[in-house]
Structures are given as C-alpha cells and as structure tokens.
C-alpha cells in the first residue's frame, strides 16, 4: 500500500520528469511550438472543497453530526470555568476539606473535559477526511472526462502560479453539480 504522502511525492517527480522531457525533446523546437503542443489544465482543490455543492453539503452534514458533541463541549468548557472562578474566589474561606474535594472535582472534570475534546477533535478529523476522500474521487473522474473531452495532455493542481486561461476549477464544479 502507497502512503498519500510519497504518492504525492512519486506524482510530483513523474510530473516534473514529464515536463522537462517534453522541453528537452522540444529543445530544437521552437517554445512557443511546445506550448502549443503541450495542453494543459489546472485545478484549484481549494476552490473545489469550498465552492462544490458536495462540498457544501458535507460540510452541513458533518456540523448536523458534531453539533450535539461540540453544545456538550461547550457546556463543560463554561462549567469549567465557573468552577475554577469560584475555586479562586472562595479558595480562602473554605476548609481545607472542602477546598481539596471542590479541587478534585475540578480536577476529574479538566481530564473528562480533555479527554472529550480530544475524543471530538479526532473523530470530526476522520469524517472530515473521509468525506474529503469521497469528494476527491467525484473530482478526480471530472478533471479525467474534462481532460478526455479537451484532449489534455496534463492537468496540474495547487501551483504557485497559473494563467486564468488554463484554470477548468469552474467546469470541475459545475460536473459535480450536475451529478
């Protein structure tokens, strides 16, 4: 099994070695030939994750799942805090007793309210991921029938910089639209 992250890597090299073959075989020729040649597009995955109405709608659905668990957060989060205000304030006129045991409930709550947030934080990071995924793979056999149809030799993602005339981000939307 490949790991995204050197696939990633292997992508870019491969993407890298494609281009400089096409300019080095085209060496003798001149640029702008090779440009015409060469078709390229690209996609803004940025765009695509905030624009795409199955973006969108994995976004409500995922805060309709944690809203209920965030509240919860929340609420201990301000019980907490409540807490700890009246331990400060009051931390002189009360017992030792009493002090230590309002000091271990705040205690035992601080580690069940840590331990929840850090509960909620990885599971919101795997359904996020997993919609993400599934958002993807719609995109990927978009940008793959858009490349087909324009006769694309090569369809490149998050560069530093692009010409607006080569971005087909607004086709790869409207295809998830549609579907």
Known sequence: MI??????????????????????????????AV????????????????????????AKKLESEFSKRDQELQNMARR?????????????????N?????????NDLSR??????????????LRQNEE???IIEKANIAIKNIAETDKLDLVLQDVVWVSPRLDITDRVIKALSTK
């Open 98 to 106: 009493e002090r230590r045991s309002k000091e271990k409930d705040f």
């Open 35 to 58: 440009a015409d040649e060469l078709k390229v597009g690209y996609v803004n995955t940025q765009r695509i994750f905030r624009d795409a109405p199955a973006a969108q709608k994995a």
């Open 112 to 125: 069940d309210f840590q331990r929840r947030q850090r509960e909620f934080r990885e599971d919101l990071n």
């Open 3 to 32: 790991c995204k992250k050197s696939s990633n890597k292997f992508l870019s090299t491969l993407t890298a070695a494609l281009i400089g073959s096409a300019v080095l075989t085209a060496a003798s020729t001149p640029i702008s």
């Open 80 to 96: 907490l805090q409540t807490m700890q205000d009246n331990l400060e304030k009051n931390a002189v006129t009360m017992s030792e």
């Open 132 to 134: 993400n995924a599934a």
